[in-house]
């Protein structure tokens, strides 16, 4: 949908390269040392706008909001007034935060901080959280290192968004620690399987999108109507330990491997914001089912990045990957979550499952990138990395950019932390 013309600058200070300007007027949540009760909030720049006082000052009475909305500890009931409620309010905030607007300027000291003084929290209460499996390449390179080089995809692939139900209870805001995960692999040659801490822990870049508007069990959303229930896109770090995965997951799939963690961004970016970085997707070979077809440009012009930062302070970017590469787009995955019936409430999470480009300076694993660590990744401070070392810091950051127009997500980082004890 084209938004209505909206100030293109703001009284708000925005650095230049800025993932924050005027035009993404993201969601999060936040508190402050002073005011520790969590609330909602934007950014501009690099200033935090407390919509809590904004609301209380008055400035939104025209929309006549829920009292109290962005006092919630959660975005859930803000994303949940709809599509319609929560654009005219995007559209109100962008006048509000116009360079014309001197009196909202005047009033900045009750409802702007520095970014530097503030926590951001998890934006969203997760109820359900579902990762897909949805680029061809990462399913290819898997595929070529683990079954057949030449028959890489499994028969169902191309025919369908393949994904699985992960744990919602482990996903934390950037920031967040992450211990190195415990739990039983069978080493090669072994015949009898060990217990101790995961030697293969690895990252897993992705994106996740986030439910605006649930659905009635039994009734299906489809492509057409899928865009109406999702409220927006956060950068995702579906942390994974390769070596219990492999053991555990014959029959049923990834469980202890990938269930300790999972890192999310702090700012829901809308896709409304995202609406200029539209671009066709891959051509999908064979027709897919008619309830998996779409019109229009579904995915999105997004480049990505993945840091890896050693405990000495040593950096490395790993990976340059973008999130266009998708064969699955958002819409396909959410028409085929719910075709069986199956009902999404707001706030549930579905991520991107891993996105891999052509080439290896894009894949998006550690497990790719070294080819299960026969090829390992040479630091800068003269360690190599072939999986990922306790004190290893990951962050990944992601903006789209064109015709001048930059729309961030700031990034999503997480120290590894020895096994515990």
């Not at 025209?62 to 500890?73: C, N, Q, S, T, V």
């Not at 509000?96 to 003084?117: M, T, Y």
């Not at 897993?204 to 959303?221: H, K, S």
Request: net charge negative; aromatic share 10%.
């Amino acid at each position: 949908m084209k938004e209505q013309t909206a100030p293109q600058k703001s009284w708000i200070e925005i650095p230049e390269g800025s993932d924050f300007p005027m035009q993404n007027l993201p969601y999060g949540i936040f508190r402050t040392v002073s005011n520790p009760a969590a609330r909602a909030c934007t950014i501009v720049g690099e200033s935090i706008v407390d919509l809590a006082v904004l609301d209380e000052l008055s400035y939104f009475d025209e929309l006549d909001l829920p009292a109290g909305i962005f006092r919630k500890r959660y975005l859930n009931d803000f994303m949940a007034l709809g599509k319609e409620k929560t654009r005219a309010f995007r559209q109100l905030l962008m006048r509000l935060l116009g360079e014309d607007r001197k009196d909202v300027r005047s009033q900045a000291w009750h409802f702007l901080h520095p970014i530097e003084k503030v926590e951001l929290l998890l934006p969203v209460k997760v109820g359900d959280y579902t990762d897909f499996y949805s680029s061809i390449e990462h399913a290819t390179n898997v595929g070529k290192m683990f079954r057949d080089p030449e028959n890489a995809l499994l028969p169902n692939w191309r025919h369908m968004p393949v994904g699985y139900h992960g744990r919602a209870s482990s996903i934390v805001v950037s920031g967040t620690p992450v211990r190195r995960p415990r739990g039983q692999m069978m080493p090669a040659g072994a015949n009898q399987p060990v217990f101790g801490p995961s030697r293969l822990l690895d990252f897993e870049l992705e994106m996740g999108f986030v439910i605006g508007q649930g659905n009635e069990m039994g009734v299906a959303i489809s492509t057409a109507e899928a865009e109406q229930h999702i409220f927006g896109l956060m950068l995702f770090n579906d942390w994974s330990a390769r070596d219990i995965q492999k053991w555990e997951y014959v029959p049923l799939g990834p469980f202890l491997g990938k269930n300790f963690a999972s890192s999310v961004s702090p700012w829901i970016v809308t896709l409304e914001a995202l609406e200029p970085f539209r671009v066709e997707g891959p051509v999908q070979e064979p027709s897919v089912l008619p309830y998996l077809q779409f019109e229009g440009k579904r995915n999105y012009d997004i480049q990505l990045e993945v840091e890896i930062v050693a405990e000495s302070g040593a950096s490395k970017v790993v990976s340059r990957s973008n999130f266009k590469y998708m064969y699955w787009n958002m819409c396909q995955q959410l028409a085929h979550h719910t075709i069986n019936g199956c009902n999404m409430r707001v706030g549930d999470i579905c991520a991107s499952g891993t996105i891999s480009g052509p080439d290896p300076g894009s894949y998006g694993s550690m497990l790719e990138i070294t080819w299960r660590g026969t090829k390992p990744v040479q630091m800068p401070d003269g360690s190599e990395r072939k999986f990922l070392q306790d004190g290893d810091t990951v962050v990944m950051r992601g903006f789209a950019e064109k015709d001048g127009l930059r729309i961030g997500f700031g990034e999503v980082s997480g120290k590894v932390l020895p096994a515990e004890e």
